[in-house]
């Protein structure tokens, strides 16, 4: 009888360590709470509009509308992506979903609300006459009878376009604001018409040129928006509230004198 319960006592022992291997192999460590990624969104600007949009060395996009829409997107809680975009077409990539938002400087108007919404106003422009600095020119109704260089699709292109007729040979249309100078360089225009910040860094960092901007009545004041597909309100509110915010805390007064010193819009 002795024996037989050591042999007893030494199955019950294999048994219980059995199970408590088993116990020990099946029980699962807690799992490591994991923040959820941010949302990426991919931005269309053309970047050959500088200050606002423009290529580094690296082909990498910088400026001042990536800086404030980085700024909106740290406090919106979203990530975004720029992605070099033509200008004339950039609300068909908006349309048709290749692109979620467009901040290239794009002046809000009653006829782009039309098939985009904008943010909020985030800049205040105008347009200016670029001219050499022997030119006669001295108001807007001087380019009458000049041939005048435009970007196109932009607003310059439209205020050209009602002083000298839609149609009129006389307007010569450029796929980019550096094209469009550039022409002016060479004499192929007697003057251009382009956007107040985009016309001051050219001429501050092109002296040589001999060029000089007039400002004229004629030409309202514009406000540029952040554009996102019609309809598309959930990014539209999260664009506006980061808006909001970085002009509240002082993060786009800083990014504004970053571009433009001291002056604010």
Known sequence: MKNVSKMQLCIASTVFAAVCLLTACGKQEPKTATAPSQTEYLVGAEATFAPFEFQNEQKEI???????????????????????TPFEGIFNFLAQGDRDLVASAVTITDERKQTVDFSDPYFESTQYIV???????????DLKTLTVGVQSATTGDEAVQKLLGKSNPKIKRMDSAM???KELEGGGVD??????????????????????AITDPDFPKEYYGIAVKKGNTALLEKVNKGLAA??????????YQKYFGNATK
Do not use: C, W
């Open 246 to 255: 970085i002009k509240a805390d002082g993060t786009y007064q800083t990014i």
């Open 179 to 181: 094209m469009t100078l």
């Open 62 to 84: 910088e400026g001042f509308d990536v800086d404030i829409m980085h700024a909106i997107a740290d406090k919106g809680g979203f990530k975004v992506k720029f992605v070099n």
């Open 191 to 212: 003057a251009v018409v382009l956007d107040t910040g985009l016309v001051n860094n050219y001429i501050k960092n092109n002296s040589a040129e001999g060029f000089r």
């Open 131 to 141: 001219v050499p600095k022997d030119s006669k020119v001295t108001k807007f109704t």
